[in-house]
């Protein structure tokens, strides 16, 4: 993989297009969290107080599950410091937006904003990277559930999606406590303690059948809409040793109506080349880098990428390709002969290392 450049680079040679304005925080994005707040208490409010029905309980908790999604899109936004700039209300609102999915801002500023977008796609730094071939052989679990066949393992991943976002964040919490000095991590489990006791709090006030749809559908729901986005975002890209944005991020395509209420959270790649700023300007940014670098630049219909995440593994192999390790079939990756409409696989002999096999289609 040669000619790549770092997240500056790029930003260094887009940022002269751009008005000043687009880099200067966005407190209005509190308007939008402030009516998922209402839509959130009005919901636990009518499940909590009325008698209702099956349907009537199964759309309240759709509508919650996506707000508890859409508020965790906003403390995103709010922990990238785009939305105030004031270190304490930045993280009081960003606890405040993270409250649904229990994450808490001291936690999600050092695993997110200095692990991930720091090391991006880096096969051993990036703590939100696949694994490669060489560490899933060390794993019992990950080596038995690749002996499944593929649409059966695809549809438990994509199952497992729902608890995905909860689980990676319970992993990152034991990752990263021991990192924080002494006297932070009071404050660390604090956070991360609050909401959960707020919820089983919940619990005990509503009973477990009206928390089913008031919290836990609702938290099934926004797992699998947060990781619908985080899974597309960069797994089918290659790991990539210096990190290159347009190489190893990928922007998806949802209808505009969708971008407004996720605050577009779709355009990922022009997030990790500013991820200081409001995510209001990244389609001016996409305009600039579809006309910079074409050849480079990965967008593709959310759905799209979904299909794809579904037929490919999601293993990597010497870092631009993915492996089906039981069967041996190897995938390409985004910029590296993944075309999503063809998805195609050439079978890996024994010890075979070149690329020459032949190549075979699959759909
Ligand atoms: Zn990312
Ligand atoms: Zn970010």
């Known amino acids: 993989m040669k ?93 405040v937006a993270f409250w649904p999915l229990s994450t808490g ?23 939100d990277a696949w694994p490669t071939i060489t560490k899933l052989s060390k794993s019992r679990f990950l080596s038995w559930m690749y002996r499944l066949p593929m649409p059966v393992r695809s549809f438990f991943n994509f199952l497992a999606l729902t608890i995905t976002f909860t689980l990676h964040s319970s992993r990152m919490f034991a990752t990263y406590i021991k990192e924080f000095k002494p006297s932070k991590r009071p404050v660390v489990w604090l956070q991360l303690l609050m909401p959960w006791a707020s919820w089983f709090s919940l619990l005990f006030v509503m009973g477990l059948e009206k928390w ?26 290659p790991l990539t040793p210096v990190n290159d944005p347009l190489a190893n991020s990928l922007t998806v395509t949802v209808p505009r109506w969708v971008d407004v209420l996720h605050f577009n959270f779709s355009y990922h790649t ?9 995510s209001k300007y990244y389609p001016m940014v996409k305009k600039k880098l579809t006309e910079m670098w074409p050849e480079r630049y990965h967008e593709m ?39 999503p409409d063809h998805i195609e696989y050439k079978i890996l002999e024994e010890k075979e290392t070149s690329a020459d096999s032949p190549r075979v289609k699959i759909n």
């Open 301 to 339: 219909p959310m759905l799209k990428a979904m299909i794809a995440l579904w037929k490919t593994p999601r293993v990597y192999y010497q870092g631009t390709e993915l492996i089906d390790p039981h069967q041996q079939n190897v995938y390409g990756s985004l910029g590296h002969g993944l075309d």
């Open 212 to 237: 089913f749809f008031a919290y836990l559908l609702p938290l099934f729901i926004a797992n699998f809409i947060v990781m619908a986005y985080i899974s597309t975002n960069h797994r089918l890209n």
């Open 3 to 95: 000619d790549l450049h770092t997240f500056g680079w790029y930003a260094a040679r887009v940022a002269p297009y751009l008005p000043k304005k687009a880099f200067k925080p966005v407190p209005a994005r509190l308007l939008g969290g402030l009516a998922y707040v209402l839509v959130v208490v009005a919901g636990f409010l009518t499940i909590g107080l009325l008698e209702l029905n099956l349907w009537w309980n199964l759309a309240i908790a759709a509508a919650l599950g996506f707000s508890f999604s859409a508020m965790g899109f906003l403390g995103h936004e709010i922990l990238h410091g785009t939305v105030v700039r004031k270190a304490w209300l930045r993280d009081l609102l960003g606890a």
């Open 105 to 127: 801002p001291k936690l999600w500023r050092k695993w997110h904003n200095m692990t991930h977008h720091i090391h991006t796609q880096d096969e051993e730094l990036d703590p």
């Open 270 to 278: 022009e997030h990790h080349l500013f991820p200081g700023m409001s």
